[in-house]
């Protein structure tokens, strides 16, 4: 999977080469670049935003910026990702979605967010049928300083999902059936006796149809007192 993501911080970024996602990228599984938008302007300040028409507080970036970022990046096939609290909810299975792409580009915006004809642009005809979709999405109900954070939260969680990218594709599938409603079960390890608080009886029994059936009724009870 090829991985876009354009910004003013690129050092927000740092944190993708740890970890799973570090090794993908040593292994070839993901090629994952980050540009920086201020590079595009060509004026003597690198400005990237200005007052919004119609007046109000704070600043719109500019959208010949973005445009000039933009265009390389979607010549054919890919997914253009604005990351913006007014977007659709990210979710497991949009998750799961999008790591079947082949080209994601994360779109990340600062003050007030990118003029809206960057999103109509690509959105016209031409552009879907060269195979680029675009998308507003949100990671939750809350104003974040800019779209970075959320990109890669989104970011870390499609590309777990990639076949190759985790180490051990059991706790996947483990987890599948959490994504339709139920919340995981509470887990322990050594010791089994801790600040005076034991491991319930049944994880020590070695009847695995039983635990199966406990951690079953312990996810929904979590799921139920978390709703
Ligand atoms: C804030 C541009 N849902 C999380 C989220 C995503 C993006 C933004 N805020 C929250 C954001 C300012 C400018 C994007």
Redesign the pocket.
């Given at each position: 999977m090829k991985i876009d993501a354009v910004t003013i911080f690129p050092e927000y970024f740092a944190p993708t080469q740890l970890s799973l996602l570090g090794k993908a990228q040593d292994k070839g599984l993901i090629d994952l670049q980050i540009h920086d938008l201020r590079s595009f302007t060509s004026d003597n300040h690198n400005t990237v935003d200005d007052t919004p028409y119609g007046g109000g507080a704070g600043m719109v970036m500019l959208p010949e910026i973005w445009g000039e970022a933009l265009d390389p990046l979607l010549i054919s096939d890919a997914d253009l990702i604005i990351?913006?609290?007014a977007g659709r909810r990210f979710s497991q299975a949009m998750a799961a979605d999008f790591s079947k792409r082949e080209h994601l580009v994360f779109a990340c915006?600062?003050?007030?967010?990118i003029d809206d004809r960057v999103r109509q642009f690509y959105s016209q005809p031409q552009f879907a049928n060269s195979g680029v979709r675009v998308h507003e999405v949100?990671?939750?109900d809350?104003?974040?300083?800019?779209?970075e954070v959320?990109a890669l939260v989104m970011i870390e969680a499609i590309t777990r999902l990639i076949p190759g990218v985790l180490g051990n594709p059991e706790s996947l599938a483990e987890e599948s059936h959490n994504s339709d409603g139920y919340l995981e079960y509470p887990n322990f390890t050594k010791p089994q006796e801790w600040r005076g608080f034991g491991v319930p009886e049944i994880l020590l029994s070695g009847n695995h149809g039983e635990i199966a059936k406990w951690r079953e009724l312990q996810a929904q009870k979590r799921a139920k007192k978390n709703i």
């Open positions: 990351l913006t609290p915006g600062r003050y007030e967010g949100s990671i939750g809350y104003v974040l300083g800019g779209g959320a």
